[in-house]
């Protein structure tokens, strides 16, 4: 056994999955508050790629401030998308939501191809490019970088939903929609500062993820990855996000190295059979999940 | 004998000599159709807009010329957003609407799809943007070709040279786990060992994954001498070679057709310098010797095409160019006839677009030359003479 190359591998993994973690934390900021599962996450996070894109190489703005802005984009963006979207679908059947969110992939994606085009594009280069080594083992420094600014974004939004007014509010409309309610929480607000906080931080993990692979209008598939992470990790858990992005990251990347490439999603989609046969939840969901 | 005519039947010929001019005129300007399922938008809409480009402007040379014989060929296509179900409906669209004799199809299921119709049909002659090998057989599918080499032909080609390069050197198959990136995988491997090379690694990834921090470093493990990407159009390219050479990898990376392009090499930024692979057409810039049909490409369009366009545009030349031997032989314009005809074609000047005269023996155009890019020129340049297989 070369313990090296096992412990490349095992960081590398941890390293993907800290952005599966990050786009794992804004699905669940939706569904914890809304009971909405967003099935456009992936192209949300793409626009998020794309608009940094524009801001850098179009507008010419230095990295640094297009960072905030395309975060800002983000927030705008999901308080738009819950406003004239998902607001006049409340009360409507989970399956109806479910497909509206369907649709909206499908229009960004749409939107995508006709501002910039079909071709891939490349984000221009701001992580910093020396190698990184932990001991001997090697950390390609992309996936090192976005794993920490992963992990700084997560340990922010866990943070503010738990200490925050509005986190606080979430997190009671999240228990009791009525008892928020009559306890004079606006639940409207609420929904749309979930939107909001939740494509933000799409939109910083897609600036991140296309870093490292580039931009094209299909990276939305990225998403479906993240599905199969918040599904592990149970809809409504932030912890489950985080254990469950992580988990999927290593056991990619072992299957990957060990068993090949074409073993990779297999491997993935084994883990979430088993999953759902022990704890149909997800590992840290609440029982109570309406299924769909 | 004596010889009577009466006034109403010497009127009865003469409109039926009319009427038969009349046929006869309208057989020679009746319009050629080429019918295109062409993937406008969705994946595949990069080469997509090239190739509808390609192929109007080469339509547009002939019939600028008079057409074919006097035919004017007529171009009428659909998007299909790359879609095998969307090609489908948009050929039954097309080929019902309009009398198609040659037909680009989008996508090798497509290609395999319609194959069968295609046969029934009998009409027409079929190629299109799918270089798959398994195309490449002319009893399976008769009425199709390839206006390059196939997939296995390509690795074929940079094999051959990586073993003049370096003769015994190992190579590493990086190829993405689609029916596109596995195609020429099995034959190339027995090829490999044929030339004397070692195959050091074969690393599939899955279809858009992000990131390859994994395969890398699987890659490293296996220190070949030239890594082959297959499969692939930019992404994962770039990220692949950059953290390679940040392990010390001296590997020489390559590619092939559809991740060739100048524009799409430019991308990858400061890691392009020395990506190699082959190419079966030379590249909008190349003003190297005399090549007509280039330098009017850059006459009708003066910034860059990129080599979907070369690839539409070759296609259509030689589709044109076997109805024009069918037509001159005086055969009706069927599929068989067609691509018997297309089959004749030997030593063919394309006026540039492909560097050497070009023969059509099967079902494929098995010539292509080695490229690098060359960071300050911002170019793909040649590193090898032109390689004919077969040769």
């Keep these: 056994m070369d313990w090296l190359y096992l412990a490349e591998v095992a960081l590398a993994g941890l390293g993907a999955g800290a952005l599966y973690a990050l786009t794992g934390v804004a699905f669940v900021l939706i569904y914890k508050a809304t009971r909405v599962v967003n099935l456009a996450i992936g192209e949300i996070l793409m626009i998020g790629g794309y608009v940094f894109f524009g801001l850098v190489a179009g507008a010419g703005l230095s990295v640094w401030a297009a960072i905030p802005l395309t975060i800002l984009a983000g927030a705008v963006l999901g308080v738009l998308v819950e406003r004239t979207l998902i607001r006049p679908m409340l009360g409507e059947s989970p399956i109806s939501v479910f497909m509206v969110t369907i649709g909206l992939g499908s229009i960004l994606a749409g939107i995508v191809e006709l501002v910039w085009g079909a071709d891939p594009l490349r984000l221009p280069e701001f992580i910093p490019n020396t190698p990184i080594f932990l001991g001997e083992a090697y950390l390609a420094p992309k996936v090192a970088y976005g794993a920490l600014v992963a992990a700084l974004l997560i340990a922010g939004a866990v943070v503010a939903l738990r200490f925050s007014r509005g986190g606080v509010a979430l997190r009671a409309t999240a228990r009791d929609q009525g008892a928020a309610y009559s306890m004079g929480i606006d639940v409207g607000r609420v929904f749309s500062l979930s939107w909001m906080a939740a494509c933000a931080t799409a939109a910083g993990a897609g600036v991140i993820v296309g870093a490292i692979g580039g931009i094209s209008p299909t990276m939305g598939i990225f998403g479906l990855s993240v599905l199969v992470v918040v599904i592990v990790g149970g809809l409504d858990s932030m912890a489950g996000a985080l254990v469950g992005g992580l988990l999927i990251g290593l056991v990619e990347a072992l299957a990957g190295s060990f068993l090949g490439g074409e073993f990779k999603l297999l491997a993935t989609f084994s883990l979430l059979i088993i999953i759902l046969m022990i704890r149909p939840y997800g590992i840290f969901g609440s029982h109570e999940i309406e299924r769909l | ?391």
């Design chain 2, 1 to 391: 004998m004596k010889l009577t005519l009466s006034r109403r039947s010497l009127i009865g010929v003469a409109m039926a000599g009319l009427v038969l001019g009349a046929v006869e005129a309208r057989a020679q300007n009746e319009e050629i159709v080429l019918g295109g399922s062409i993937p406008l938008t969705g994946v595949f809409a990069f080469a997509g807009v090239g190739i509808h480009a390609g192929i109007q402007d080469y339509l547009k040379i002939v019939n600028d010329a008079g057409g074919i014989k006097g035919r004017p060929v007529r171009y009428v296509a659909e998007d299909t957003g790359y879609k095998v179900d969307a090609s489908v409906a948009a050929f039954n669209k097309i080929t019902s609407q309009n009398k198609v004799s040659l037909y680009y199809g989008d996508s090798t299921g497509f290609a395999k799809t319609i194959n069968p119709e295609l046969e029934r049909k009998g009409t027409m002659i079929m190629a299109g943007a799918s270089f798959a090998s398994e195309l490449n057989d002319p009893k399976r599918y008769p009425l199709q070709f390839l206006p390059g080499p196939d997939y296995t032909e390509m690795f074929g080609i940079l094999m051959r040279y990586i073993a003049k390069e370096k003769p015994g050197a190992s190579v590493a198959f990086v190829y993405s786990d689609t029916e596109f990136g596995r195609d020429p995988i099995a034959p190339s491997e027995k090829l490999a060992t044929e030339l004397g090379l070692k195959v050091a690694e074969k690393i599939v990834t899955p279809p858009g994954s992000v990131d390859v921090s994994t395969e890398v470093l699987k890659l490293r493990r296996a220190r070949p001498d030239f890594t082959i990407f297959h499969g692939y159009v930019l992404a994962p390219i770039p990220e692949f070679i950059q953290q390679a050479k940040q392990m010390g990898m001296q590997s020489r990376f390559m590619g092939t057709f559809w991740s060739m392009d100048n524009s799409m090499v430019q991308q990858m930024g400061e890691v392009a310098d020395g990506f190699m692979g082959v190419m079966p057409y030379r590249y909008y810039y190349d003003k190297e010797g005399t090549s007509p049909m280039l330098d009017k490409i850059r006459q009708m369009r003066p910034e860059y095409q990129s080599t979907a366009y070369m690839q539409g545009f070759l296609t259509a030349m030689l589709m044109t160019e076997a109805v024009k031997r069918t037509l001159d032989a005086g055969k009706e314009l069927t599929g068989p006839n067609m691509k018997a005809s297309l089959n004749t074609i030997e030593n063919f000047d394309t006026g540039g677009i492909i560097g050497v005269p070009v023969s059509i023996p099967g079902n494929s155009v098995p010539v292509g030359r080695i490229y690098r890019f060359d960071a300050k020129q911002k170019q793909m340049l040649p590193a090898s003479d032109w390689i004919q297989l077969g040769k």
